[in-house]
């Protein structure tokens, strides 16, 4: 059974920096492509960053290029995402999720396996 569970949220100021931990089980990463996604009150769910255990291919939201920054440790089976120079929009809920394949893709629906989400607050 593939289980994922998040670690690492909380509350910072504009400005700090988090990072959030994604621990998975009963798969292999090599095989799975790995994505962090948010939903805040009132939105959609949205896809943040992905990484493909495959090939290493990244992929980041417009909204957070060159302030996050995803990785993994493949022995581990995390997938970590360093949230830099946090804004006050980044506030949401991430949840860390899995999809068997090497391609990236960033709909939520193509994923099959979530973790139960963790909150980071950013203030002003």
């Known amino acids: 059974e593939v289980q994922l569970v998040e670690s690492g949220g909380g509350m910072v100021q504009a400005g700090e920096s988090l990072r959030l931990s994604c621990a998975g089980s009963?798969?292999?990463?090599?095989?799975?492509?790995v994505g962090w996604f948010r939903q805040a009150p009132g939105k959609e769910r949205e896809g943040v960053s992905c990484?493909?255990?495959?090939?290493?291919?990244?992929y980041y939201a417009d909204s957070v290029k060159g302030r996050f920054t995803i990785s993994s440790d493949n022995a581990k089976n995390t997938v970590y995402l360093q949230m830099n120079s946090l804004k006050p929009e980044d506030t949401a809920v991430y949840y860390c999720?899995?999809?068997?394949?090497?391609?990236?893709?960033?709909?939520?629906?193509?994923?099959?396996?979530w973790g139960q989400g963790t909150q980071v607050t950013v203030s002003s």
């Open positions: 999720a899995a999809y068997p394949g090497v391609v990236i893709v960033t709909p939520p629906d193509f994923y099959d396996c």
């Open positions: 009963g798969f292999t990463f090599e095989d799975f492509v």
């Open positions: 990484i493909s255990g495959g090939d290493g291919s990244t």
